[in-house]
């Protein structure tokens, strides 16, 4: 549920005169009432009475939303709800954290906002969460709520994605697959993404998100962390537009995506031996040098190029029953959950993840946010931290959601090469291993699989292929 501004009612900001009497309210309902200074602060008045205050509290990197406080004859009136919507729509970044009190039921309160508890939180906020359990014997909890997902693909941008790809990308085909729709007991379809330039789908992204860049932007580069397709996105959609691409990579990279990446004229760094330790020194580069950094989840145009996938999909099988996806962060998910199901309201959405890379299934089953270990050969999958914007979306909107082993995406990428003669990457196999797995919910359906990425080295086909003999 989008967090909306409140406009019934009138916020003013509180005066040095009224912190005394907000500090006496907070302290008697054991809010948080350390540093306060007035300009955090924002109330609802009747008359010169104030009814209602919440503030923005600053910490040396971050910002908290909280001590949201409502009168006791003036509850039940949705005033605390309308200063959270204002308080988030004031906030200074794009995620908005709350930490709160487990013991009465608040967290479900914020989840009717929007919010999702969160595992994942700053470090001075993970700092006060313990000294607040540890001196008011209380059971806190983070949450979180990312003001992006207002800024979610519409199907007008998605279509407005499309007649921009169309001058630089083919679109690719929804094959019929006779041998698969035997084995599976279905009209099985493959949408073929491994075809793109860089042999992968996220190329949607980069290429749009490039392409709405301003000359500023464009002025200072962008940066960004993969494991390997999302920076061949960003260093191909670079390349069009004579834009400055930095991306930092694990220090175990696929040769392959790496080569392709300076072929483009990137300039790659490796930075740690995941992709997390990557995306930390990206995001703080970026910060530092003011280059765009591109979230590989986050960034709504790279959500509005790959969702046009979905919209390929619709067109070319407007009855489609069912699409399967792999998920590793998400996006080409999200495109699926917004445009598939706006234009055709009863198709099923059903994502997979790498059992070694759980993030986003352990986040969307307990709808909290999580990170998880990475152990997957599939660098595609090997994300080891769930973000709210798909998280919720998926919550809202995805049909079902399963795991699929390494030794299950490589017995997938054999059956692709048998059945469809298609060269696929163990993570643009995925799809296909989650529909093996799920054949009993498959007969009498139309069923797209989407392969998302053939990116595989001749070392590994060799292994898959030797595994399999």
């Not at 090997?382 to 030794?407: N, P, Q």
Request: proline residues 4%; aromatic residues 6%; hydrophobic residues 40%.
């Amino acid at each position: 549920m989008s967090i909306e501004a409140a406009s019934e009612v009138e916020f003013a900001p509180a005066s040095v005169e009224d912190l005394r009497f907000i500090r006496g309210q907070l302290e008697r309902e054991r809010l948080d009432a350390e540093r306060l200074e007035p300009e955090q602060f924002i109330t609802i008045r009747e008359g010169a009475r104030i009814i209602a205050c919440g503030r923005i509290k600053p910490y040396e990197q971050t910002y908290e939303l909280g001590s949201v406080w409502v009168a006791e004859d003036r509850r039940g009136h949705a005033l605390g709800a309308k200063i959270t919507r204002e308080l988030v729509r004031r906030f200074p970044q794009d995620e908005v954290y709350i930490t709160t009190d487990a013991a009465v039921g608040l967290p479900a309160y914020y989840e009717r906002l929007g919010f999702l508890r969160t595992q994942i939180l700053p470090d001075e906020l993970v700092a006060k969460i313990k000294r607040v359990c540890e001196t008011l014997n209380r059971d806190a909890v983070g949450m979180v709520y990312d003001r992006r997902i207002e800024r979610l693909p519409t199907i007008a941008e998605t279509y407005r994605a499309k007649h921009v790809l169309e001058n630089y990308l083919p679109r690719t085909p929804l094959q019929h697959n006779l041998t698969l729709s035997r084995t599976l007991g279905c009209e099985a379809y493959l949408k073929l993404e491994n075809l793109q330039p860089i042999g992968a789908f996220k190329v949607r992204g980069g290429v749009y998100l490039a392409s709405t860049l301003s000359e500023e932007e464009r002025a200072r580069g962008i940066i960004g962390a993969s494991t390997g397709n999302h920076g061949q996105s960003l260093a191909y959609g670079a390349n069009l537009f004579g834009i400055r691409c930095v991306i930092a990579m694990p220090e175990e990279a696929n040769p392959m995506k790496l080569e392709s990446m300076r072929a483009l004229g990137a300039e790659v760094e490796f930075q740690g031996e995941n992709f997390e330790e990557a995306r930390l020194w990206a995001e703080e580069t970026a910060r530092r040098e003011g280059m765009r950094y591109v979230h590989h989840i986050n960034a709504p145009e790279l959500l509005a190029g790959v969702s046009t996938i979905s919209l390929e999909i619709v067109e070319d099988l407007p009855d489609v029953d069912l699409i399967i996806t792999p998920i590793g962060g998400g996006s080409a998910a999200v495109g699926h959950c917004l445009v598939a199901k706006a234009l055709r309201p009863n198709v099923q959405v059903i994502g997979v993840q790498a059992e070694g890379a759980p993030a986003v299934y352990h986040s969307w089953r307990e709808r909290e946010l999580q990170m998880s270990e990475i152990e997957t050969t599939a660098e595609g999958l090997a994300t080891g931290r769930a973000y709210y914007t798909a998280v919720k979306t998926f919550i809202d909107r995805m049909d079902d959601m399963l795991l699929v082993s390494d030794e299950e995406m490589r017995r997938a990428v054999v059956l692709l090469l048998r059945a469809a003669h298609v060269v696929s990457e163990e993570s643009g196999a995925a799809a296909t291993a989650a529909a093996v797995k799920l054949r009993e919910r498959l007969p009498g359906k139309k069923v797209a699989i989407v392969v998302s990425g053939g990116n595989m080295t001749m070392d590994s086909l060799r292994r898959v292929l030797l595994e399999a003999s």
